[in-house]
């Protein structure tokens, strides 16, 4: 179950991977599969080979992109996520969920 998005934040990470460009956005999140973890970050590309790029940097696997028609991302939690939010510079995301 997602929630704490504001609608303009969806718009502007939509816009951002339409235009190319590798964009963040980050929710509340609770999946019982997943205990402990209650954020989620989706970094998205429309440019699929740009976002397999992206993820080598970080140890991510092409298979775990989920392959969304038109919003391809991948979705990260834990402690992962907080490593890579921090090397990416996503302050303002970081801060504002208490990563």
């Known amino acids: 179950m997602a929630f704490g998005l504001k609608r303009q934040d969806?718009?502007?990470w939509k816009a951002s991977i339409d235009s190319g460009e590798i964009a963040f956005i980050t929710h509340?999140?609770?999946d019982d599969?997943?205990?402990?973890c209650t954020t989620v970050t989706k970094v998205g590309?429309?440019?699929i080979n740009a976002l397999v790029?992206?993820?080598k940097k970080y140890g991510l696997q092409p298979s775990w992109i989920h392959r969304d028609e038109k919003y391809p991302h991948?979705?990260?939690f834990g402690e992962r996520q907080k490593e890579i939010l921090l090397k990416e510079g996503q302050w303002e995301q970081i801060n504002r969920f208490k990563l």
Do not use: E, M, N, Q
């Open 28 to 30: 509340y999140w609770l």
């Open 45 to 47: 590309c429309k440019d």
């Open 74 to 76: 991948f979705d990260l």
């Open 33 to 36: 599969r997943f205990p402990g």
């Open 53 to 55: 790029a992206w993820g």
């Open 10 to 12: 969806v718009k502007k």
